[in-house]
């Protein structure tokens, strides 16, 4: 008797107190509609693409962990190619030399130009292409270029010997300035910077949009990975895309931070195929 009354007892306490009745959720799936959905609907979804751009938050961890998640999700179901805006083109041959074995850890950090957050972010991603035995894309335009634009325009590119100019998307890029994502960067800058900083940007999402499409295989799904500015609102590295190759299935993901997950914000509405909406007290890896 005595051991139903405490038992009994303890449920009254934990049913009373909000840390024990009360879900807490690292993040919620939503649809561009802002519909809740599964984790394993969205990879139902993926798996019939050809290009998937998934947008993160470079410090969010739960971004980062999603990625492995679903690259590991897909791989049995598709042949994979994998490619991120974390490597510049002109450092794919040693990512390739290290995906073969022919250099450790410490050699590509040495010879790469490897982001900070790279041990604990990104070589999960890297290791499992090169475990799994996958193409990985370095698809990034060398940060070097993307400076000489935001000083002096896509002229500032001309002078660029052959070699350097195989490292970029090709010339002229096409550049739209009315494109949404680029008006608002300037808006963000406050006029600082000058009409150069959008078109540097714009290099950044040709030059990816350029080796996906390079590294594409027929009949493979390419996933990719890169900043969400990159990629939301159906932009940047799409637009690209989808003028080179209208054809393609493509698919977005991206990555959103709200103080409350259980509806999504309408500013956050519309701006992926699947929007990642991670709690505003996450954690962050730098």
């Known amino acids: 008797m005595m051991t139903r009354f405490f038992a009994l007892l303890l449920s ?59 690259t590991k999700d897909l791989h049995p179901q598709r042949r994979l190619v994998l490619g991120a805006e974390m490597f510049e083109a ?35 991603l890297v290791n499992f292409a090169r475990d799994s035995h996958l193409v990985f894309a370095a698809t990034n335009i060398p940060r070097r270029y993307a400076s000489r634009i935001s000083k002096g325009g896509f002229e500032a590119l001309d002078t660029l010997s052959a070699q350097e100019k195989s490292w970029i998307a090709p010339l002229p890029m096409a550049y739209d300035a009315e494109l949404p994502g680029y008006k608002n960067m300037l808006a963000m800058m406050g006029g600082h910077g000058g009409p150069n900083i959008p ?49 393609l299935k493509y698919a977005t993901i991206t990555t959103v931070s709200q103080k409350n997950l259980k509806r999504l914000l309408a500013e956050n509405k519309g701006k992926a195929d699947f929007i990642i909406c991670v709690d505003e007290d996450m954690t962050t890896t730098y």
């Open 12 to 70: 009254l306490l934990f049913a009373a107190s909000p840390a024990f009745s009360q879900s807490k959720p690292a993040y919620v799936l939503y649809n561009a509609a802002g519909k809740k959905i599964s984790y394993g609907k969205m990879i139902r979804a993926l798996k019939e693409k050809d290009i998937v751009l998934f947008g993160e938050y470079h410090n969010n961890p739960i971004a980062h962990w999603l990625q492995l998640s679903t």
């Open 90 to 124: 002109d450092n794919q041959d040693v990512l390739d030399r290290y995906l073969r074995g022919e250099i450790d850890a410490k050699g590509l950090d040495t010879l790469a130009r490897l982001w900070k957050n790279f041990p604990t972010d990104y070589a999960p």
């Open 199 to 247: 078109k540097a940007q714009a290099s950044k999402d040709a030059t990816m949009a350029y080796f996906i499409l390079k590294y594409f295989q027929p009949g493979s799904l390419f996933l990719h990975f890169n900043g969400a500015y990159h990629s939301e609102n159906y932009e940047g590295i799409l637009w690209y895309l989808r003028r080179q190759r209208p054809e």
